[in-house]
């Protein structure tokens, strides 16, 4: 005789079972990057240079990191963050990406999303690359073809899932992005979509967006540091574009959404955080060079107005979004990171005692501040001996002297010194074993 179920209860179930079909589901994951923005271009952080309204409203709705590190370049941090490695592990040559690497798009990949990447690629030039690292959609400048061949902005040469797009001096190349970025949302929306943005804005040329005056009069590709303002306004308008079509399509709870920048500001820029100017310190391993806002904003789990001020490193992203996405695999290569999923959700977690940064960029005449350093929030120690507080001397510019440091701050010297000497012979190691670039 079958056994009957009240109908409460039959309801009662469901629910329960809807419940867990919810909760079970990985969140989307939006991870955003800006090009060349130092930590002190946001009013959140401090700036009064710029206008970064939707910005500002996205950290004091999430949770606020004053102490993320990047690498001091574009290429060295796009392999950093990709991988989860110190660049000694497997950094090869500006411009590039070794494809022997695993990334954090071909583990979510692996794991059921959607994955799509859109704005600057910038790690070599072919067209397969993207898909085997693991994006099944792109839209992007500089993958085929070099910066001589067009830029970024006004007119822009982008190439989007293997055609290159019609070009047109009314196009603005932030905006194709954008839409691509908002369609590929759309689309995926029913399972769970990984959307790497890493931005073309604010990397000069500084040029007039369709938002300045001049665009209109036809004036698109003056470089003037005047712009920079009005590529800053930009970039958050954008920003709030991802962030309002989100919500949009009803998966704001489902999604966390990261935004930081890949290293420091242009040189050619000076902001003003109050009273103190700060001079752009893209390619210098100085906090001015690696210290980036960062950002994560994820309604109903992250709880708002969160401040973190301890240590986070790009190395930290992979770890992150392999736990966000409950992924066991792509651990076993050395993850340099760990994740900080514990803190977003607004769980207990042990400080970071130290972050490491080893950087031979390999471009130019940049080379000459290639180096290794490791560091507290407070302390830094490069490998050269130069030793700095940096809360007191936040531009590095006198290196104390070792034999009259306080026993607090020998004793930060003296481990910082262990994690360097470490690094290098892993490095050395490394490069016994033939890997390019480990010392």
């Known amino acids: 005789m079958p056994i009957r179920i009240p109908s409460r209860a039959c309801a009662f179930f469901l629910a329960i079972v ?3 079909s919810v909760s079970a589901r990985q969140p989307n994951i939006v991870l955003i990057m800006a090009d060349d923005m130092g930590y002190e271009c946001l009013g959140v952080n401090g700036s009064t240079s710029y206008a970064t309204p939707r910005l500002d409203a996205l950290a004091a709705a999430g949770m606020r990191f004053t102490q993320g590190y990047s690498q001091p370049l574009c290429t060295p941090t796009r392999v950093k963050i990709m991988t989860g490695q110190y660049n000694f592990r497997n950094y090869r040559q500006f411009g590039t990406l070794d494809p022997a690497q695993k990334t954090f798009a071909q583990a979510l990949k692996s794991a059921g999303y959607a994955t799509a990447i859109a704005g600057k690629w910038q790690l070599g030039h072919d067209k ?66 990984l959307l790497y943005f890493p931005m073309a804005l604010v990397h000069n040329p500084f040029v007039p967006t369709p938002d300045s005056p001049e665009w209109e009069k036809g004036d698109r590709h003056k470089d003037d540091n005047k712009h920079f303002a009005d590529m800053m306004a930009y970039t958050d308008r954008v ?32 902001s003003m ?37 301890g240590l986070v490193g790009f190395e930290d992203f992979f770890p992150t979004l392999l736990d966000l996405a409950g992924i066991e695999e792509y651990r076993e290569s050395p993850l340099d990171g760990r ?21 031979d960029p390999r471009w130019g005449n940049i ?5 290794r350093s490791a560091r507290t929030t407070q302390y830094k120690l490069f490998a050269d ?35 360097l000497d470490d690094m290098e012979k892993q490095g050395s190691v490394m490069s016994a074993e033939g890997a390019p670039n480990a010392k």
Request: one cysteine or more.
């Open 18 to 20: 809807i419940t867990m």
């Open 273 to 309: 955080m109050g009273e103190r100017k700060i001079a752009g310190g893209k390619g210098m391993m100085t906090d001015a060079g690696t210290r980036v806002p960062l950002m994560a904003y994820w309604p109903g789990t992250i709880k708002q107005g969160g401040l973190h001020e």
């Open 128 to 193: 397969s690359l993207p898909a085997h690292f693991g994006f099944d959609e792109y839209s992007l400048w500089q993958l085929t073809y070099e910066k001589k061949d067009g830029e970024r902005y006004a007119n822009p040469l982008i190439e989007q899932n293997g055609v290159a797009l019609p070009r047109n001096e009314a196009t603005y190349g932030p905006t194709v992005f954008a839409d691509f970025a908002c369609d590929f949302m759309t689309r995926n929306r029913e399972k769970p979509f």
């Open 339 to 359: 994740s900080i999923l514990p803190l977003l959700r607004g769980e207990s977690i042990d400080e970071k005692p130290w972050l490491y940064c080893h950087y």
């Open 385 to 419: 001996g130069r030793f700095y507080d940096v809360h007191d001397d936040p531009d590095e510019a006198h290196p104390m002297d070792k034999a009259s440091l306080s026993e607090a701050a020998r004793a930060v010297h003296d481990t910082l010194q262990v994690v």
């Open 239 to 270: 920003v709030g574009r991802v962030v309002d079509h989100v919500a949009a399509l009803g998966l704001a709870e489902d999604t966390i959404i990261f935004f930081t920048g890949d290293n420091g500001t242009n040189r050619k820029i000076t």
């Open 367 to 371: 080379n000459q501040w290639r180096g």
